[in-house]
């Protein structure tokens, strides 16, 4: 779920510096974010920590070089992955977590949309970011997109909270797609394959009588033209 987990990610680096005399970074992670901040989530807020991801990562370039700057900033991410995205998909499939969180995305200027695509005991989903917020203001700091501070960061975090989990950024609006994907799978638990199975079943056979439908009312109208044609001719 691009953006939830690095807004959280930020966040949390702001409460670590404004409140020193929490007695380790690691105590924050492991509970003590506050819930007025989690309520309290909007897109000037969410907009101020992404930009100053942009500069804690450029800073950390500048002195430790992309590959280890990348995995300074990786260091709490999984965890934090883990509580944030686990609490949405613990108990639901991808697609139906995504769903979940889509109106906090919603707050932070994202504009989300979710397909299921599971099948052959594959739990998959599809995100589809209609919305890049962070778009506009990387080149603001010498990144030719920001692709590589946020989305990739987040997919790495991904893979490393949820072993078994393969994520992929499918199309990029930074790289000149209209939309950004992302795709993510991992093995289907029982109960939820069979719950899969179902809601498969009914959408496939709805899908079908709606094509079928479709399909005669155009069957019709090419009759009527070819008819009319005999007329013409």
Not at 40 to 48: L, V
Not at 101 to 108: G, H, I, S, T, V
Not at 111 to 138: F, G, K, T, Y
């Amino acid at each position: 779920m691009i953006g939830i987990t690095n807004y959280f990610n930020d966040l949390l680096v702001v409460i670590v510096e404004n409140q020193k005399e929490m007695k380790t970074e690691n105590e924050l992670v492991t509970g003590n974010l506050r819930m007025e901040d989690i309520i309290t989530i909007d897109e000037s807020k969410a907009m101020k920590l992404f930009r100053n991801r942009f500069k804690r990562y450029k800073v950390l370039v500048e002195e430790l070089g992309d590959e280890a700057a990348f995995e300074k900033m990786m260091e709490k991410y999984p965890q934090q992955q883990q509580a944030l995205m686990g609490t949405f998909i613990e108990d639901n499939t991808l697609a139906q977590g995504f769903k979940k969180a889509d109106p906090l995305l919603e707050l932070m200027g994202f504009a989300m949309e979710i397909v299921d695509i599971s099948q052959n005991e594959i739990d998959a989903a599809l995100e589809i970011q209609r919305v890049c917020p962070v778009l506009a203001i990387a080149k603001e700091y010498g990144f030719d997109n920001p692709c590589r501070v946020f989305c990739e960061m987040e997919q790495e975090a991904t893979r490393r909270a949820f072993p078994g989990m393969k994520a992929a950024i499918l199309s990029k609006q930074a790289e000149g797609s209209c939309v950004c994907v992302f795709k993510y799978e991992r093995p289907a638990k029982k109960v939820m394959a069979s719950s899969t199975d179902k809601q498969s079943f009914f959408y496939k056979l709805k899908n079908h009588i709606s094509k079928v439908a479709a399909l005669v009312t155009s069957l019709i109208k090419i009759g009527f033209k070819m008819l009319a044609m005999r007329f013409i001719n």
